[in-house]
């Protein structure tokens, strides 16, 4: 049971990149998704979320009309969509699966599964 990232890297402000998570060993469909960073010394924030009941998708303020969530079910993998980058979006972001409640609100969950984290570096 694992969820694997990729698609991080280097990019100047104003790109995009789009961030992977697959899953192995159970099904993304029954989960609430979300994605999730953490800059140096700042504590982890919730990025964005889908809710596992009507599938809608919340965003934090910072990077509302910039950053997309999706999931592929057929392909067991969500996706986030990042456009118009900007140095502050600078973290190791990380996805996550979890039966904790999607919401305006991005709640870390205490409980669930992990990917190992991808580094997204915004050069200005």
């Known amino acids: 049971v694992q969820l694997v990232e990729s698609g991080g890297g280097r990019v100047q402000a104003g790109g995009s990149l789009r961030l992977s998570c697959a899953a192995s060993g159970f099904t993304l469909d029954y989960y609430a998704i979300g994605w999730f960073r953490q800059a140096p010394g700042k504590e982890r924030e919730g990025v964005s979320c889908i809710s596992s009941s009507d599938g809608s998708t919340y965003y934090a303020d910072s990077v509302k009309g910039r950053f997309t969530i999706s999931r592929d079910n057929t392909k067991n993998t969500m996706y986030l969509q990042m456009n118009s980058l900007k140095p502050d979006d600078t973290a190791v972001y990380y996805c996550?699966?979890?039966?904790?409640?999607?919401?305006?609100?991005?709640?870390?969950?205490?409980?669930?599964?992990w990917g190992q984290g991808t580094q997204v570096t915004v050069s200005s």
């Open positions: 996550s699966a979890s039966h904790t409640r999607c919401g305006p609100t991005i709640v870390i969950p205490y409980h669930g599964y």
